[in-house]
């Protein structure tokens, strides 16, 4: 498809101004926008790379909207695509940690913030309907969709071995081996992915490399290797990067407390962009207390740049293999698979986003090897039960453009909030 630079441009800077709400609900919006709205992915193309991207280490929003671009107009399309998914929430989470290190928490931020988290709540409403209707084909996916759900959200199962019980499952039981479609042909040689491979270690590790030469010890160095280990280990998306990073930042490096890194994931999920820029919250503060401003402004960078350009390494030496790997019949009934059980890890994602949204106060209890999360019922939030339905007509019945119905709702937020 030929899509103009110009246009694809304009639509990504939509995407990454208005991703509020998670992977969850980003992934929603780019289905509405991509495929729905616009058709530069078919369905099978869009529930593929979803599949593939949830299989690699690090965001799989981000990672989606690079292969979208790269799929529109090459490495230029993606670099621009993953970059303006990027690039808003960067600037806001830099400004509001600045706020956050001089004045401490801001009550109007948060009132707005209030009424964007309706609208997320109903975007992720959405994306379940939608992406369940297409992924579901059968009782199978429909029996794996339930069981992620259960496993992850009771049983607090790994969301990486999620993803390899439900490939394998698709593998072994799915396939359908007497199609005879023709397979496509890789558009790429192995030559070329090794030296994409290669220049992206380079501009990934150098910078890293350099600032340990001149500043080692110092604790920009100590940011750059922790955030390029994350970037390589934590498969499973988002939350899996948060799981892994929260309990280093606070118990082992004690750059953060645990109210902080709370706060953290707050600005982070109430912000446009991917959700792991709460690590750009957390190189910022870190670097703060050792240097004040200027010395946290260059910690947010760092780790901005040595959690995200990985992301662009994995896509752009991947990508060209995905339709090839969908075209094999096990391969592809791993990827359906998969993607079925992503849809109960949607579900696990929008049940526990919308329990912190609606009540003030969530607990999670272990019974044994279940967990549950418990909300508080005399810390409901009526304005935010309000704001969802408001949300949810303007949305689902209306139809009214995503945009607006940020604003409607951000400006019903301050209303509520004037009038308690």
Request: glycine share 10%; hydrophobic share 60%.
């Amino acid at each position: 498809m030929n899509v103009p630079l110009s246009q694809l441009f304009a639509v990504f800077l939509k995407i990454g101004l208005l991703s509020f709400g998670g992977p969850a609900a980003q992934i929603a919006l780019m289905h509405r926008v991509l495929v729905d709205e616009r058709a530069w992915l078919s369905e099978k193309q869009y529930l593929n790379a979803l599949s593939f991207c949830m299989l690699l280490p690090g965001p799989e929003a981000m990672q989606l909207a690079t292969y979208a671009g790269w799929r529109l107009h090459g490495i230029l399309g993606g670099l621009i695509a993953g970059l303006l998914f990027v690039l808003p929430g960067a600037a806001v989470i830099f400004a509001l940690a600045t706020l956050y290190v001089t004045y401490g928490d801001v009550p109007l931020v948060d009132t707005l913030f209030l009424g964007v988290q309706a609208v997320a709540v109903v975007i992720v409403i959405e994306a379940l309907l939608k992406v369940s209707n297409r992924a579901l084909i059968g009782r199978a996916h429909w029996a794996l969709a339930g069981l992620a759900f259960v496993g992850i959200f009771f049983f607090d199962v790994p969301f990486p071995l999620i993803v390899l019980a439900a490939g394998a499952i698709g593998a072994m039981s799915l396939a359908s081996l007497d199609d005879d479609a023709p397979t496509p042909v890789v558009a790429v040689s192995s030559g070329r992915t090794l030296m994409t491979v290669l220049i992206g270690l380079v501009i990934w590790g150098l910078p890293v490399l350099i600032l340990d030469a001149l500043v080692g010890g110092s604790i920009l160095t100590a940011i750059g290797l922790f955030f390029s280990k994350l970037a390589v280990v934590t498969f499973g998306g988002a939350y899996a990067v948060l799981a892994y990073m929260a309990q280093d930042v606070v118990v082992d490096f004690g750059w953060l407390t645990a109210t902080e890194m709370m706060d953290g994931l707050g600005l982070a999920e109430t912000t446009p962009g991917p959700l792991i820029l709460v690590t750009q919250f957390v190189g910022y503060l870190a670097a703060f207390r050792e240097g004040g401003y200027r010395l946290a402004f260059a910690g947010g960078m760092v780790t901005l740049w040595v959690t995200f350009v990985p992301c662009f390494l994995w896509i752009f030496a991947g990508a060209p293999y995905l339709d090839w790997i969908a075209a094999q019949p096990r391969l592809n009934a791993a990827l359906k698979a998969i993607t079925a059980a992503v849809v109960g890890v949607i579900l696990n994602l929008s049940l526990w986003f919308a329990l912190h949204v609606v009540f003030a106060t969530v607990t999670e209890t272990r019974i044994g090897v279940v967990r549950l999360w418990w909300p508080e019922a005399a810390m409901v939030q009526w304005q935010a039960l309000v704001l969802i339905a408001v949300a949810a007509v303007l949305l689902l019945r209306v139809r009214m453009a995503i945009g607006w119905v940020l604003l409607v709702s951000a400006g019903v937020a301050l209303a509520l909030g004037a009038a308690v």
